[in-house]
């Protein structure tokens, strides 16, 4: 079983709301998966097949094709996707005491308080440590094999499926939803990762010191220093040649199959053209603003140069990342740091026309002084896709003709 919290951007809301989704997804041996906890035949339901390729765990639902890739660590004990991190939970025979609570992203929330045999749900979260609480319900349990059995105090009974980890007490997964210790603990376990955040009473101040200190970690004044650059990368058996000058605002993206050049766009200012060969055709305004993100997001968007235009809100922590909103430039993109190591380990991009967009980072090599990821994952809609980096060209000097349209 992994399970993991994403904090996702909200497309109806100007103000860059956040909604929280919970992924959670139990695995079997025979490379079946169900994601639906919260049913009755879960122990048997299947929801889709998987596979394991190094550290890729890509998933297809039966449903209607869709794909989703979970980038797992070493251990397998975690794992990143997009805005969210995974647990790995294990198949439960036991009940970590605590209380346990989730909250909603309308606000309403609600806990289960555990110990020795004993439970206590309530609706308002008064109740910590089992104290008495009058709209709470409580009686007793038992569990077997990730079965959770309550039994109320008045003969209801009520089933459902169970997850905990040995090693990861923060969190238990009942019925599908994700249950996060009580607050008081978490707000130690946050001041003691990131005290930074712990320290600030100002969401953009605590946002933008999280930004900094990814600028530094990701080369500091090596990023800053970065006035050109060229990539090259591999996707669905296209090569992606990018070039940009950040000083002039021009981005140059050419696709190629086997060697064939198929087209070619550039963008500078607020206008391009693209070129497929036989003519030429003007960039449209949702296609500029897919290019300027070469400029203004991602790794480029840490410099220091572009961190003097933007605005960063720091939105939610969990476990090991923070989330971070920032507008530059008219685009709104989400941050997610690693609170251990400050690196960008994911970027959310919210789109009113083409949706949510995910780049998860991974395989991270310093070139130039400059930590830079060399694998990406790109979750959009239904599918995922893997983006390899072949190469990457720092501060190459561009001759006039680099920008010159093809005869």
Not at 119 to 140: H, P, Y
């Amino acid at each position: 079983m992994y399970a993991g919290t994403a904090y996702e951007y909200d497309q109806t809301s100007d103000a860059g709301e956040m909604v929280r989704t919970d992924y959670v997804f139990y695995f079997r041996p025979n490379s079946s998966f169900c994601s639906g906890l919260d049913k009755p035949d879960w122990q048997k339901k299947v929801d889709g097949t998987y596979s394991i390729t190094g550290n890729q765990l890509k998933m297809r639902f039966l449903s209607d094709g869709s794909e989703k890739i979970i980038l797992l660590s070493v251990t397998g004990e975690t794992g990143q996707s997009g805005a969210a991190t995974f647990i790995r939970l294990n198949v439960s025979s036991a009940v970590p005491a605590g209380f346990y609570k989730y909250i909603r992203s309308s606000g309403k929330q609600d806990g289960f308080y555990f110990t020795d045999g004993k439970f206590k749900r309530t609706a308002t979260l008064s109740t910590v440590s089992g104290g008495s609480n009058n709209s709470g319900e409580d009686g007793s349990y038992t569990i077997n094999q990730s079965q959770l059995s309550l039994k109320f105090a008045n003969g209801r009974t009520q089933n459902y499926s169970f997850f905990s980890s040995n090693e990861k007490k923060s969190l238990v997964v009942i019925n599908g939803d994700i249950y996060y210790l009580d607050e008081e603990e978490q707000a130690k376990q946050v001041r003691t990762d990131n005290p930074v955040a712990a320290k600030a009473a100002d969401v953009l101040e605590a946002g933008m010191n999280l930004m900094k200190q990814a600028n530094q970690a990701h080369g500091g004044k090596a990023l800053d220093g970065l006035t050109t650059l060229k990539a090259v990368m591999n996707t669905n058996n296209l090569t992606l040649t990018m070039q940009a000058d950040f000083t002039r605002q021009i981005v140059r993206l050419e696709s190629s199959l086997q060697g064939n050049t198929i087209l070619l766009e550039q963008m500078e200012g607020n206008s391009g053209w693209s070129f497929d060969g036989n003519g030429y055709a003007p960039l449209s305004a949702q296609r500029v603003t897919e290019l300027k993100r070469y400029l203004f997001c991602g790794m480029l968007g840490l410099k220091s140069d572009i961190l003097a235009k933007s605005t960063a809100t720091l939105q939610t922590q969990q476990y090991d990342l923070s989330s971070v909103m920032v507008v530059v430039n008219s685009i709104r993109a989400g941050y997610i740091i690693s609170n251990r190591s400050n690196r960008l380990e994911a970027l959310v991009i919210a789109d009113p026309l083409s949706g949510t967009t995910t780049f998860t980072y991974s395989d991270f090599k310093k070139t130039g002084n400059i930590l830079l990821p060399y694998t990406e994952i790109m979750q959009a809609g239904k599918h995922a896709q893997t983006i390899s980096y072949e190469s990457y060209d720092i501060n190459p000097s561009f001759p006039a003709s680099t920008w010159a349209k093809p005869k």
